[in-house]
């Protein structure tokens, strides 16, 4: 589980049974850096299970410089996140749970 917080991640813990599956990682999604981090953490590991882009900020603001920030967490950060050519493997080869 990725979010900017640590402290905000481990305040609902997941569901007891996937729970031990879960790992957690702090970063903020428009820090470069941070996301080659992230990238280099998925990619040692090998899977990636699921992938959901939802967290986003928003402040009502007439200000170009909140704007530019609201796009850099809502926009940029998750698509230099997906863009990574490391972590589409691992979602896409992902075992897929039976149907039947």
Known sequence: MLGRSM????QVPPPENVREKCHF???DPTDGDAITRVKAEIGS???LDALVLSAGTYERSQ???VFASQIAA???GPYALLQHSE?????ANTP???TR
Request: glycine share 4%; no cysteine; proline share 12%.
């Open 25 to 27: 990682v702090a970063a």
């Open 45 to 47: 590991r090998g899977r």
């Open 63 to 65: 200000e170009p410089t």
């Open 96 to 98: 897929r749970p039976s």
């Open 87 to 91: 972590l589409q493997p691992e979602l």
């Open 7 to 10: 402290a905000r991640l481990v």
């Open 74 to 76: 809502n926009l940029i």
